[in-house]
């Protein structure tokens, strides 16, 4: 980037309005890809004009658009009226995939089943596949007795590049990630062939919420804006 200037979309300190990414006539703040990235930027505009590629854009564009109701009213007052099942439903209907990918934690088996119901009578084929497929012991990455989380115990472990090559063999169109681990859920984008969408991501301690961490980190979990060990 020029002057070795790190993109820092999150700090910046304008309105949506006085944003140059939002506004034509707006301005950049320190660290503005929209203003120092313009060769990634074109670049990106090229691969857009992939047919397969423009195709799959601007029916998540229109997805969007289509989660709010009112839009022709003025003045206008943004109102959500679909949860993300629903979306994800009716976009893998507007690109036309008939075979759709559930990959999911055992941790979530309950969610899964009941994902799967709703998927399958909107008419999709449902290929399921759990984390702990091929029952491989966590030895085999090299996990010790003492680092398992049942100590002195077979511990299977989480299995998310066979869960991508699974889905790769059975030419899932369309994948949905439903509660994998950090670094589970990358490795299952990494090896997978077709585009994934997550459903819902593990969070143990607040419900599979994330964000509830995040919005009390001014008080409850003020903790996690001090650096602290492991």
Request: aromatic share 8%; net charge positive.
């Amino acid at each position: 980037m020029e002057n070795n200037k790190l993109a820092d979309c999150a700090d910046c300190g304008l309105s949506r309005n006085e944003r140059i990414c939002m506004n034509p006539q707006g301005r950049a703040s320190k660290g503005c890809p929209t203003a120092s990235e313009k060769k990634e930027i074109e670049k990106a505009k090229s691969i857009y004009e992939n047919p397969d590629i423009k195709e799959f854009a601007r029916q998540a564009s229109l997805q969007e658009s289509q989660c709010y109701s009112g839009r022709d009213k003025k003045p206008y007052t943004m109102r959500p009226t679909k949860p993300r099942i629903q979306e994800i439903c009716e976009f893998a209907q507007k690109m036309n995939y008939t075979r759709l990918g559930l990959i999911f934690c055992v941790g979530m088996a309950r969610e899964a089943k009941m994902v799967s119901a709703i998927l399958s009578k909107q008419g999709f084929e449902v290929v399921s596949i759990v984390c702990k497929v091929g029952c491989v012991p966590k030895e085999e990455i090299g996990i010790k007795e003492e680092e398992k989380i049942f100590i002195g115990q077979h511990e299977t472990m989480c299995n998310p590049i066979a869960q991508a090559l699974i889905a790769n063999n059975e030419k899932t169109q369309f994948n949905i990630l439903l509660g994998l681990c950090v670094g589970h859920d990358s490795l299952f984008f990494k090896f997978a062939d077709a585009p994934t969408t997550v459903l819902a991501v593990k969070d143990r301690v607040t419900g599979h919420n994330p964000l509830a961490a995040i919005y009390t980190s001014g008080s409850y979990y003020a903790w996690l804006n001090q650096k602290t060990d492991k």
